[in-house]
């Protein structure tokens, strides 16, 4: 794996939670998720007994499937009849591999197909009690559908995007009626994954929330409520942890070896072999439209972006950070990748060294840590737990250490806010301490 045979320093030894207490610890925090602070729990709901789904492709085939999976009937929407067409047939074969595994009935499956209605056209919508648009990740293609959408939704009818970082603002700008408009993002596949963040605009009406805080669970999702932010909780969080794995790879640490130390972790997947999968040309467009206003004195690795100009967007294309052999998913390590890394060290000045794994479960789950820690400060999210219930259940965070913001307390907040303003000193700003982590450390606290 490389790097020296040292353990891990995850949670220490003492104060440590058993896997049992840390099962406990997310259930009550899921638990916890549903409710919003500042509604009154007599907040009205409004009914939805239809849902309108636009774009038929992995993701909204998937939310179809969810609306359908719980008994509530789908118009799918799509552009054109072979879009349509693929995004039928995928769902068809989805439920079929299901019914061959027994988990539900041929008749399950011919009622669940009947439950969703495909059409071209946008109109079909117009007496949807929800409304999910599901296209293309490009605020000015959310936006002429909203646009279109205002139009024809009925009085009452809520509007939601399934953006995973853009403006919701922006979108809701665009209608007559921001304050029906609001963020479902659901995680690919979103007829498997249970995570559902719930991103409120500065408008969006409180019954809009409680609605879509409530009908979380009956679908079969966990609700996590977040404001307003590039990247809402999870991708947000995710950028720093992201920047400090390319920073590793970049010092004289391999993929391989990162991944591997953050798979023994307990992670379900590293940060590359989750990048291959994901698409590396998903991150790429992000960085490409945070390029105007990245601070041109703060470091910047170009390691992603090179792999995408040599066309190499991962699985999809059979090479990423790793290669892959047609039909095969497992990730061999590449020559190609690893002369593209050390260029870019030497182009950087980086004079390349030993990493050790304890190095790197410092410098990532830290950086989760430090960034959620803002994410408190800055009231995006509501509670410390709600960030562990995102990370357990959207971004394979082992559930056994309670998520990162439980595993930060166990390991002990004076022991990470030190290690912390360590790698401030060796790393700079970017590595800035979290102000209400200082706080807490200061006040003797144990918990965020």
């Known amino acids: 794996m490389g790097g020296q045979s040292r353990v891990p320093r995850d949670v220490p030894e003492a104060g440590t939670v058993s896997e049992q207490t840390a099962a406990d610890y997310i259930k009550e925090a899921e638990e916890k998720a549903v409710h919003v602070d500042d509604l009154p729990e007599d907040t009205r709901t409004r009914e939805v007994h239809s849902v309108a789904v ?27 009849q072979d879009g349509l067409d693929r995004g039928i047939a995928t769902i068809k074969g989805n ?28 109109d079909d919508a117009a007496d949807a009690d929800l409304i999910i648009e599901a296209v293309f ?23 939601a995007t399934n953006t995973s970082r853009l403006d919701v603002d922006e979108i809701a700008a665009v209608t007559g009626r921001p304050q029906d408009v609001i963020g479902l993002h659901f995680f690919s596949p979103a007829n498997v994954m249970k995570l559902l963040e719930v991103v409120r605009g500065a408008q969006t009406a409180p019954d809009v929330i409680a609605t879509s805080m ?44 990162v991944d591997g130390v953050l798979k023994d972790f307990g992670l379900a997947m590293g940060p590359f072999a989750m990048s291959d999968l994901a698409g590396l040309d998903i991150g790429w467009a992000a960085r490409k439209r945070q ?20 066309g190499r967007f991962g699985q999809k294309t059979g090479a990423g950070y790793y290669r892959y052999e047609k039909g095969d998913r497992t990730p061999i390590p590449d020559p190609e990748v690893q002369a593209i890394i ?6 950087a000045g980086i004079e390349r060294r030993e990493i050790t794994d304890e ?46 913001m439980r595993w930060a307390e166990e390991r002990g907040l004076a022991d990470v806010l030190a290690t912390i303003e360590r790698l401030h000193e060796q790393h700079g700003e970017v590595w800035e301490p979290a102000p209400l982590l200082v706080r807490r450390v200061a006040e003797g606290a144990t918990r965020f």
């Not at 636009?54 to 054109?80: D, H, K, Y």
């Not at 990740?137 to 509007?159: N, P, Q, S, Y």
């Not at 050390?342 to 182009?347: I, L, M, R, V």
Request: net charge negative; charged share 25%; with cysteine.
């Open 137 to 159: 990740e490009d605020m000015d293609v959310k936006k002429d559908v909203f646009t279109r959408l205002d139009a024809i939704a009925k009085d009452g009818a809520i509007l």
């Open 291 to 310: 390029a105007p206003t990245r601070p041109e004195h703060l470091r910047y690795s170009s390691i992603g972006d090179q792999l995408c100009e040599a």
């Open 342 to 347: 050390e260029k870019a060290s030497a182009e």
């Open 214 to 257: 409530q009908l979380a669970p009956k679908v079969g999702k966990k609700p996590v409520l977040a404001r307003i932010c590039d990247g809402f909780i999870g991708n947000r969080m995710l950028t720093p942890y992201r920047r400090e794995a390319e920073f590793l790879i970049e010092e004289g640490a391999t993929p391989q070896q």
């Open 95 to 122: 439920y079929d591999r299901t019914a061959a595994k027994g988990r539900i009935s041929e008749q399950d499956v011919a009622d669940r197909m009947e439950r969703i209605t495909p059409t071209l056209k946008l």
């Open 359 to 404: 190095e790197i479960i410092d410098r990532t789950m830290l950086a989760l840590v430090n960034e959620g820690a803002k994410l408190l400060e800055q009231g995006i999210a509501q509670r410390a737990s709600d960030i562990d219930v995102v990370y357990v259940n959207g971004y394979g965070f082992p559930a056994g250490k309670g998520g990162p």
């Open 54 to 80: 636009i774009g038929a492709g992995t993701m909204g085939g998937g939310i179809a499937m969810v609306f359908s999976n719980a008994g509530i009937p789908v118009t799918l929407i799509e552009q054109a």
